[in-house]
């Protein structure tokens, strides 16, 4: 019996959002675009597993919620509660997409000062290559590492380096309102 990615496309304030998995774990996510049917194709590439698509509104509907509230403007710190799978990564990889995960809402960090945290201050470049590979933007938030010298550094998701630019003044003026009026932030239903 074949095993089945489960895959949903949603509008948010930003464009379509996608998210695809299995039930029990969260497997790629796919930063806005203009486009419903260019998220599929990004959600949906070639996969050495063989897995028959699904289309599930309610794949972590919960989440979608989050996201949706995230692109409103909301402070919304992405539980590491949510289930993932980083099936295929090497060890190394899985630990630095781990320790990125851990990078708070309105946070940055250097590439060099992930990779200390990893126990590897030499492996700045292997870090980077790393977080290259993230399957789940935004939930491992990888566009919150950035240059020693304070630049943005790369970006390998849709809209490359001005998408992560947007991202991070977007988080800061959400961190920035949440501390002004702390009654405007998300309703706590919202937050896993």
């Known amino acids: 019996m074949q095993k089945s990615l489960r895959y ?3 509008k948010t304030k930003w464009g379509y959002f996608g998210l695809a ?4 774990a969260l497997w790629r996510t796919c930063l806005p ?6 998220v599929k194709s990004e959600l949906l590439t070639p996969d050495p597993r063989p897995l028959i698509p699904l289309f599930d509104k309610n794949l972590f509907r919960m989440l979608q919620e989050q996201i949706t509230a995230y692109f409103e403007g909301a402070y919304i710190d992405f539980s590491p509660d949510v ?12 630990s630095v997409l781990s320790a990125c995960r851990r990078i ?7 590439y060099s000062a992930l990779a200390e945290r990893l126990g590897r201050p030499t492996a700045v470049r292997a870090v980077g290559n790393a977080l290259a590979k993230n399957p789940l933007p935004l939930i491992i938030p990888c566009h919150r590492v950035i240059r020693g010298d304070g630049k943005i550094g790369g970006f390998s998701a849709p809209g490359g380096k001005k998408l992560k630019e ?4 977007h988080e800061l003026a959400a961190l920035t309102r949440a501390k002004d009026a702390p009654h ?7 937050l896993l």
């Open 166 to 169: 947007k991202l991070l003044n």
């Open 83 to 94: 289930p993932i799978a980083l099936d295929g990564f090497s060890s190394f990889c899985s």
């Open 33 to 38: 675009l203009s486009d419903s049917e260019k």
């Open 184 to 190: 405007r932030t998300v309703p706590r239903n919202l």
């Open 21 to 24: 998995g299995s039930e029990y």
């Open 104 to 110: 708070r809402f309105g946070q940055v960090i250097a």
């Open 8 to 10: 949903t496309i949603f």
